[in-house]
Structures are given as structure tokens and as C-alpha cells.
């Protein structure tokens, strides 16, 4: 029985439960954090830094299939989700065979990664801001909901995230996207600054803008152009001179929390490895961002979990948050039950309580959507566990034949095509953003590897078959088409007593399915594709496999694959009733004034962005509301 | 193992013309040995005999010239009916750092085995999370293109 009486109680180390600990203990508040990930992935010290990630390293290296989580731990007791376990689901046998229970009638395609950091650790970093229109998708299209505030509201806070997880970005290349296609001003406004200067576009990027560009698509009789932006990015670049902000503080005077303005002489520093704030400080080209960057100039949230003030943060690691404990009378929330494994792999643990006057849950939407049902909380509105979605992703690969890209070269992917992340077509199927893939067919094909097994396979060898690998290898293009999940109630976590991991936890059981509204967009995402790939010049080498493909689906007698993008969002929905979502604006929950949910799982609608950089701008948004609280 | 002829120069000799790199370049990612290593270790001591001795009689034939040892290869090395198979073994090791178990499992056999991979340096690129190539070089044309075709040193 834990004695101690914390101001907050926060579960999970990743980049909600991070950004959290890090602003409250700087704030003067008693937190503890438990994490159900190994001891010894939460190491800040230099050395057990250093050691613990090498570790991971050469696991990835010695991995055959390098999947996100590859490097990292799957821990029996406190099981991860693998994309490795992905199969087809037969009509009335639900999947059991990995952490997840899949229901289907198709399964679920993302992952994440429990354990110290969280899924930030194999994130890809890009960090583009939601829309305007993404905020009230009800009220222009008729689809979703609407969120509690608007893009406006969340700006502030969108900024805060930016420095948090120091975001090189070009504002000029999106601005002038948001202006043109949206009319939308000061989408970034005319003061803003990014910490660091753009990535460098790749030299695939080049080549393709130059091929399609301004180029028109047709689409259902609508015509579209062709426009590129650059993707801001978390990784560290080149500092930029005109960045001014030093840090983020709680002002208890204002009640707010604000910007620490940078002495004239400072420049931006960008924040290295965990182990050594000397290295990382640049993107040095390593091409593997996910599932692990070797030297941390990609943002994870054990950086800013560094810049806690220890003093008042107490970690608690191999600890499986399983229950929160409601009082029958008040309804606050008196305690959160948590296991201590010890070995990790045998099932025995210790049953121990933690106490505080706030509760936080940042375990991911998965998560912390199960830790509600198990608890029989803040599910008054019954919307807990409900609209879960991801971006569905449908690939289109071909060869290049009019010229050598030379891929597998830099950050996954530094350009997007923004043309349909948002427009009238959102009434009718979903929207997508389609972000240049700078890794080959790394993802849809495994290659290199798979061309040279091909190649061997038919035979050749010397110097035939290096001269029929450069070419092959250095023309490959991967697009996505990462079409925004509308929510959908039926999609969604729930728990089963006959469904219990070795520890007794709930495992996941999932629901899962694509609307009409989703298939429309694959339909349309692949015909441009198709026209995109016809106006530059690539040979298109797309196959969707019926049998083999987990989530292969058919649309007017065509099929579709489509895989998940690891963003996992929506199963405890903020919004402006408690009868139709589980938290409010600064989201706490409806139920218990003192449980605040942070993560994806708030987000009531999805948009085109990857969702880390909004879900931290809400972090900070709710980080901000419980100081509020603990301070009136 | 007393094979004279599966020795680490025959090794790379054969190598070298099973994987169309030069002998410099597969000196050059240290892995000779362990390669070796790994095929007596995983090969029939048959296969490896038969093998070895099939591949120095190409090497050492008389008027050869490199089409001629190329047809000897493809006919008497490359078959899947040769020596297990082991020709395309050794090339897949090469060129992925993986020993190939059978048809859908194969192993990568250390960490350095996966950074030397040369199917990463036939695409003139790197592999991923190894031998990084520096900021910003994603933005210009590989400096192994560069070097090959001097109207296009400034990588644009």
C-alpha cells in the first residue's frame, strides 16, 4: 500500500505523460509517474542512457523484419502490440493471437510501444499542425463531430509543442498552401518562427515536384492541382537565428502557462541524446527514423522527461496501471491499482495502490480506454472505447522510368502533397494527405532485401545483377494516400473477462471497420495515384493481395489494401456535453473532477495531420487546466 | 577444417565474381571471414568440398575470358540442384548480411553483417540506422554517382 499522497498520479512515460510531469514538477508539484515498461528503459543518466539504447540498436540491427517496434522489448507481463501478428479475421473467430483481441470483420493494422518514451521512440516525427476545417468537420461537411474550440484556440498551445519538440519547419511553403488552396491567413501568423530551419527536401522530392507540380487531377468530374509543401519536422536542423523563445513556464499569477523569453545573446540550442546533449543536435541521414533514430537528433519524450525537476517526480517503472478506485459517495477518483512485475515474463507481480489528488491517464488511446472499462469509469456518456480510428493508408508504389530518385536516403519522408487533405469532396469521402515516401518499397515490399531474393531467385549474378539492382533500387517511389478515419462508433475497444493478459489485465478487444465514406476515398486516392503517376512518368507496380493482405477490402468489384499509420486516436472524445463525450475542452473527465485524460484518445476527429503534435499542444492545454485546479 | 581450397582468397576470389563487386570492396567491409565462417559452419562439409573445388577449376581455367567464366558459372555453380544451392547463399549473404535458413526464414547473422550489406552500396545508399551519409546529403545526388559522372559535381 503506497502511503505517500501525491498532488498527481500519471500513468504512462510517453510524450503526454512526459510533457505532464515535466511542466507540473517545474510547477513545484509532487508527481508520480508509473510506467509499465523495463526499469531500465527509463535510464537518464549518461551511461544507462547509452547502454540501454545501444541495446536497442543492435536489436533492430539483427532483426529480420524491422517493423516500429522491432528494437524494443515486447514484455510478456505488459504486452505491446505487434503489426507482426496482423492477419485476415474469419467470419466469427476473433484473432487472439497477439496482445490485441481482434474482432474484426477486419483487424486493426496499427501498433505502439509500451514502455519508457513511449511510442515517440519509433515516431516518425512529423509534425504538420491540424486545419482550420478539421476542427468543425460537422458543421462545413456534415461528417464527425466538431471539436469544443477551434484551430485558433489550440494555436497557443500548437506553439508550445513546437518548441517542446523542436520542430524544423519552412512556415513560407505551408502558408502558402493554407493561403491559396484554403484561404486561410495567418495560418502560422506573420511573428511566428520555428525553432529550427527546414530539413532539406530529398533528391527524390526534386525530381518529382519537378514532374508534377501544378499538374491537374481529376477526380468525380472536380478538377485538382497538384501542390507540394514541405513537412515540418521533430528532428534537429539547423538552428534558426530569429527563434526567441527559451522555455515554458506555469505564471501562477496569470494562471497561465507562457513562454520564457531567450536572452538576446542566446541562440536556439537544438536538444541532443539523452546521454550526450553534444550529439544529435543535427539529422545526420540515417534513413531510420522508425523504428529507431541511432543518434537522437529525432525528438523522443525521454528528452523532455529529462528537463522534469527530479526533486519533485517520483518514477515508477514495471508498474501496470489495471484500475482506477472511485469513491461510491463524491465520485472523485481515491487511487489507481496498479502491478509491479518483477521478471516480466512469468506473471508475478505485486498488487500495490498509488494515491494522489489528480489522476492523469497517458497510456495511449488503447490504453487508457481499457483502464476506463476496467474501472467502470467516466463512461457515462458511453462513448468510452468508441470512435477509435487511424489513418487508413493506402500505398501506390511504381519505378521511376523517365530518371534515377535515389531513395532510401534521409527522413522518411520530407514532402507532402496537400492537395485533398481538405475540400468539398470531405462530404463525400474522406480526405488524405499523400506524403512522398523517401525509403523505396521499403514498407510495401520489404525491398531491397525482397529485389534481391527476386533477382538471385531468377538466377542472376556478378555484375548482372548489381547493374539490375541500382536500377531497380534507385527508381523506386512510394506514395501514400493517409485518408483521415471518420469516427465511427462501432469501431472501438472494449474488454472481455474471458480476454486477460498473464497479469490479469483486460487485453484489448477490438472492433473494427471501413465505412463507405473510407472506401469511397481508396477508390478515389488510388485513381489519383494513377493519374499522378501517369503525368510523371512511373511505371506503377502496385499489387494488393487478396489472400495475404490483412486489410484487403473491395469497393465496386476493386480491391484495396490498406495498412495502418500508427495513429491510433479517439476512445475517449473530448467535446461540449458529458452526454455525448467523455471529457471537456481542457479534458478532464465529465464523470470525476479529478481525471484528466491526456493522448490521442481526446481527439474527436482526426484530420489529415499525424496526430503527436496536436495531441501535445492538448497536453499543454490540460497541463494548464490542472494546475488551475490544483491551485484554486 | 582442412579444405586448401576453401580458403579465405579462394573465398573471395569466388565472391567476387558471384556478387560482381570488386575484391577491394568486399575486403573493405571485413567481413570475409565471418562469412566464410558462416557457410562451413551451416553447409553439408560435402557441398562445401564440391563446391570450393567446382569454383576454382572456373578460376583457373586455361583461355578463359569473363564470358567464359561467366557460362561456367551460371551452368555449373548457379543451378539450385548445385551444392545446395549454395551459390545464391553466399550471394544473398553478401548482399543482405542474411544466411539464408530455406525459403521463408532467413537470419541476419550479426549487427556488422546488416551494416555491410551491399545491396544498400548497389543502390548507392546506405543502410538504414548505419554509415550515415551526413545532413542534408538527402538533398543532393549520392556521392558515389557524383564521383562516377562529373557533369553533375554539384549533386543537382
Known amino acids: 500500500m503506497e502511503i505517500k499522497n501525491y498532488d498527481v498520479v500519471i500513468i504512462g512515460s510517453g510524450i503526454a505523460g512526459s510533457i505532464t510531469a515535466n511542466i507540473l514538477t517545474n510547477a513545484g508539484k509532487k508527481v508520480l509517474l508509473l510506467e509499465a515498461g523495463l526499469n531500465a528503459g527509463i535510464a537518464l543518466d549518461a551511461e544507462n542512457a547509452y547502454k540501454t539504447y545501444q541495446g536497442y540498436l543492435n536489436t533492430f540491427y539483427e532483426n529480420s523484419i524491422k517493423v516500429p517496434n522491432s528494437p524494443y522489448p515486447n514484455i510478456e507481463d505488459a504486452p505491446s502490440i505487434d503489426v507482426l501478428d496482423l492477419k485476415q479475421i474469419e467470419p466469427g473467430k476473433p484473432d487472439t493471437k497477439g496482445y490485441l483481441v481482434q474482432m474484426g470483420p477486419i483487424p486493426f493494422a496499427s501498433d505502439c510501444l509500451r514502455g519508457a518514451g513511449g511510442t515517440t521512440l519509433h515516431w516518425l516525427g512529423t509534425t504538420l499542425r491540424m486545419l482550420p476545417n478539421d476542427f468543425k468537420m460537422k458543421k462545413t461537411y456534415g461528417i464527425g463531430v466538431d471539436w469544443p474550440f477551434s484551430y485558433n484556440d489550440l494555436k497557443p498551445y500548437y506553439e508550445m509543442a513546437e518548441h517542446e519538440i523542436g520542430v524544423a519547419g519552412n512556415k513560407e511553403s505551408m502558408e502558402k498552401w493554407v493561403k491559396g488552396q484554403l484561404k486561410v491567413d495567418n495560418y502560422y501568423g506573420s511573428k511566428y518562427q520555428f525553432p529550427m530551419e527546414e530539413i532539406p527536401p530529398s533528391y527524390m522530392d526534386k525530381v518529382l515536384i519537378s514532374e508534377m507540380e501544378g499538374k491537374e487531377i481529376v477526380l468525380n468530374g472536380v478538377s485538382h492541382k497538384i501542390e507540394t509543401v514541405t513537412t515540418p519536422q521533430g528532428r534537429n536542423s539547423t538552428p534558426n537565428s530569429k527563434y526567441s523563445k527559451a522555455g515554458i513556464r506555469w505564471n501562477p499569477g496569470s494562471k497561465k502557462l507562457e513562454f520564457i523569453d531567450a536572452d538576446f545573446r542566446d541562440k536556439y540550442e537544438p536538444v541532443g541524446s539523452v546521454w550526450d546533449p553534444y550529439s544529435g543536435q543535427r539529422c545526420e541521414g540515417n534513413a531510420s527514423c522508425v523504428p529507431i533514430c541511432p543518434v537522437q537528433a529525432k525528438y523522443n519524450a525521454l528528452k523532455t522527461l529529462k528537463k522534469a525537476d527530479h526533486g519533485n517526480l517520483t518514477i515508477k517503472t514495471q508498474a501496470v496501471a489495471s484500475k482506477l478506485i472511485i469513491n461510491s459517495i463524491s465520485n472523485w477518483i481515491e487511487g489507481v491499482e496498479y502491478k509491479t512485475y518483477q521478471e516480466g515474463h512469468n506473471g508475478k507481480y505485486d498488487l500495490q495502490t498509488a494515491k494522489g489528488t489528480i489522476y492523469v491517464l497517458a497510456a495511449s488511446a488503447i490504453e487508457n480506454a481499457k483502464i476506463l472499462l476496467a474501472s467502470g469509469a467516466a463512461n457515462s456518456s458511453d462513448q468510452v472505447g468508441r470512435n477509435l480510428m487511424d489513418h487508413m493508408t493506402v500505398l501506390s508504389w511504381g519505378l521511376n522510368k523517365k530518371e534515377r530518385v535515389y531513395p532510401f536516403r534521409g527522413p522518411g519522408s520530407t514532402t507532402n502533397i496537400a492537395t485533398f487533405r481538405d475540400g468539398d469532396f470531405r462530404k463525400e469521402h474522406a480526405a488524405w494527405i499523400s506524403p512522398l515516401d523517401n525509403w523505396g518499397w521499403g514498407w510495401p515490399a520489404f525491398s531491397p532485401g525482397s529485389d534481391v531474393n527476386d533477382a538471385v531467385t531468377q538466377g542472376m549474378f556478378g555484375k548482372e545483377l548489381r547493374s539490375f539492382l541500382e536500377d531497380r533500387i534507385t527508381r523506386q517511389v512510394l506514395v501514400h494516400a493517409e485518408c483521415e478515419q471518420a469516427p465511427d462508433p462501432e469501431c472501438r475497444v472494449t474488454i472481455d473477462p474471458a480476454y486477460l493478459d498473464q497479469l490479469g489485465n483486460y487485453r484489448p478487444v477490438i472492433h473494427y471497420r471501413a465505412t463507405e465514406y473510407m472506401l469511397k476515398a481508396f477508390e478515389a486516392g488510388r485513381e489519383f495515384v494513377t493519374q499522378l503517376f501517369d503525368k510523371a512518368g512511373i511505371e506503377d507496380y502496385t499489387v494488393y493481395n487478396p489472400e495475404k493482405d490483412a486489410d484487403y477490402v473491395t469497393y465496386k468489384g476493386k480491391g484495396y489494401s490498406f495498412e495502418g499509420a500508427g495513429h491510433i486516436v479517439g476512445t475517449h472524445r473530448m467535446g461540449k456535453t458529458k452526454e455525448d463525450s467523455v471529457v471537456n475542452e481542457n479534458m478532464r473527465t465529465w464523470d470525476h473532477d479529478n481525471l484528466f485524460l491526456v493522448g490521442c484518445g481526446n481527439m474527436p476527429t482526426l484530420g489529415t495531420s499525424n496526430p503527436t503534435l496536436t495531441m501535445a499542444a492538448l497536453t499543454f492545454k490540460a497541463a494548464e487546466a490542472i494546475l488551475n485546479q490544483l491551485e484554486n | ?156
Open chain 2, 1 to 156: 577444417m582442412s579444405n586448401p581450397d576453401a580458403s579465405p582468397p579462394q573465398f573471395l576470389k569466388i565472391s567476387s565474381l558471384l556478387t560482381g563487386f570488386t575484391e577491394t570492396e568486399l575486403i573493405g567491409t571485413g567481413m570475409l571471414d565471418s562469412y566464410l565462417n558462416t557457410i562451413l559452419k551451416n553447409s553439408a562439409k560435402e557441398d562445401v568440398k564440391y563446391f570450393f573445388e567446382n569454383a576454382k577449376e572456373i578460376l583457373d581455367e586455361p583461355n578463359q575470358t569473363e564470358e567464359s567464366i561467366a557460362i561456367s558459372t551460371r551452368k555449373q555453380l548457379m543451378p539450385d540442384s548445385s551444392y545446395g544451392g549454395l551459390a545464391k547463399k553466399i550471394i544473398i549473404l553478401w548482399y543482405t548480411g542474411s544466411w539464408k535458413v530455406n525459403e521463408n526464414s532467413s537470419k541476419i547473422i550479426s549487427p556488422a553483417s546488416y551494416k555491410q550489406g551491399l545491396m544498400w552500396d548497389a543502390g548507392h545508399t546506405h543502410p538504414p540506422g548505419a554509415k550515415q551519409p551526413g545532413f542534408g546529403s538527402w538533398a543532393k545526388l549520392p556521392i558515389s554517382v557524383m564521383i562516377n559522372d562529373k557533369s553533375k559535381t554539384n549533386g543537382n
